[in-house]
């Protein structure tokens, strides 16, 4: 779990600092309710059927290219994402 919070953190500061809202994308409005969602997501994880630490980590990628992956509209950011 610390390691998932230290990486949700570090990709909502870089995301913070690198997609910035222009009037293209204005969109590009990140805060900590989208941080909320990510790990909502994690926390809707049967404890009985996703014990495994590595469903979880996948869960936590899914989230994280829903919550901020789909919000990015050119394929510059959608590569940005993958890198982080």
Known sequence: LPN??????EIFNEAIKDLLPTPVKSHYLFNLRDIWKVF??????????SNATL????????EVNRVIGDRLVDDSDRTWLRNQ
């Open 4 to 9: 998932l919070v230290a990486g949700m953190q």
């Open 40 to 49: 909502l997501g994690v926390t809707s994880l049967n404890s009985r059927k």
């Open 55 to 62: 469903t979880v980590a996948r869960c936590w990628c899914h």
